[in-house]
């Protein structure tokens, strides 16, 4: 199992500066975010399409950046490796439902629990992004940063890239 | 009193434990061969009993169906396998070897019915390996705009059917009608095991076939 955590780009801006509206509690960013100067580039691995659907079945309401009606790209790997979408959690949700990571990542992983059945336990591989931002308050300033925990490792590691998301959530709030 | 189902699923049961045995390369050919139709034979009745709980909308007796029709179909593949090799013909053996898998995965995933296959699962893994040598998979990635419903045929992001489930009898899965190959990499877990490299140079340049060692040019691939 591997997790990394990189700084990410301000997601909030460049929505805007493409023309997107971030509503919602998770939005499904495009793979290619960083180097898109359009909507219609972007690039989404085609479980994005499944995920809406499941987390829509969990009553959380999911949205994908893309193109309204034009020209979409998903992007399909014939590997047993599951290819998660970028998900994005805005802070504003998380502070206003703490449960929202778990509850998400509990979707994922009794899916994947069900999609990995009679896979050896060695091939059971899943690779997915966890955007968050993270707003830091002092007496005079305000800044917001971003950040992307990147994960690769098995189903059951899942619970560990909740609890290291949350872990940054929280020392955030108490900071 | 136990419910007609039952009693089918009950048998089907039957045949398959009663089928297992010749799963070994080492049984009788005839008896095999004639362990094939038997299952072959019971298939056809779930077929039309899957048809039945469809029409009556019993979605989870479809679903057990549909789940007992692979575990017998991953069997049936399985002692296939073993006359493709008896017959030197490792290549639809290693494609039967590789559909007996992923029936079994399947069967797995249509219904607790066959929650415990796991055996059967580990035992089709463990005999890749045992009776083949190591394969280099090829993978495909590829880029599509517009995916379709295989249960309603609707547009997949317009319904509420997810890929990998069972309803009512059939698998979900995403139909893919225009896309572009993006590139064919080398990996080591594909999702399809039946695409291998199917030739290599020995030291002198000449091309063998990688499961036979015969030169490629006098492989027919076993398509006959």
């Known amino acids: 199992m591997n997790i990394t955590v990189e700084e990410y780009l301000d997601v909030e801006a460049k929505s805007q500066s493409l023309g997107f509206e971030l509503r919602g509690p998770i939005c499904m960013l495009p793979n290619n975010l960083d180097e898109l100067s359009s909507l219609e580039e972007s690039i989404h691995f085609s479980s994005a399409l499944t995920l809406v659907k499941l987390l829509e079945e969990a009553s959380i309401p999911a949205s994908i950046m893309e193109a309204e009606g034009g020209d979409r790209k998903y992007l399909v790997q014939k590997n047993v490796t599951w290819y998660g979408p970028v998900l994005l959690f805005a802070a504003a949700e998380i502070a206003q439902n703490p449960q929202l990571v778990s509850i998400s990542l509990g979707v994922i992983a009794n899916y994947l629990t069900d999609y990995f059945k009679g896979i050896p336990i060695g091939e059971q591989q899943v690779e997915l992004s966890v955007v968050t931002e993270r707003l830091r308050k002092t007496k005079t300033t305000e800044t917001q940063s971003t950040r992307k925990f990147n994960y690769k490792g098995n189903v059951e590691g899942l619970r560990i890239l909740e609890e290291r998301i949350l872990k940054e959530c929280n020392d955030d709030s108490s900071n | ?224």
């Open chain 2, 1 to 224: 009193m136990t419910h007609p189902i039952e009693r089918f699923v009950t048998a089907s049961n039957e045949l398959l434990q009663r089928s297992m045995p010749f799963t070994m390369l080492c049984r009788d050919s005839s008896l095999q061969k004639d362990s094939i139709e038997e299952i072959k034979q019971w298939l056809k009745k779930i077929e039309t009993k899957k048809r039945e709980a469809k029409v009556r909308g019993d979605d989870d007796v479809a679903n057990m169906l549909l789940s007992v029709g692979c575990a017998l179909g991953a069997v049936l593949a399985c002692i296939q396998m073993c006359l493709q090799l008896k017959n030197d013909q490792p290549h639809d053996a290693w494609r039967s070897l590789v559909y007996s898998q992923h029936a079994v995965t399947s069967a797995m995933r249509a219904h607790r019915a066959c929650d415990n296959m796991a055996g059967l699962s580990e035992f089709l893994h463990e005999i890749e390996h045992q009776l083949f040598p190591p394969q280099v998979f090829a993978s495909v990635g590829a880029k599509f705009s517009r995916a379709f419903c295989s249960i309603c045929d609707s547009d997949y992001r317009d319904c509420n059917h997810i890929t990998g489930r069972p309803y009512a009898g059939d698998f979900c899965s995403m139909v893919i009608r225009n896309s572009v190959v993006e590139e064919v990499s080398i990996v080591e877990t594909p999702e399809d095991k039946a695409c291998i490299v199917v030739s290599t140079a020995d030291k002198n340049g000449r091309m063998l076939d990688r499961l036979s060692l015969l030169p490629s040019e006098d492989s027919n691939k076993d398509d006959d």
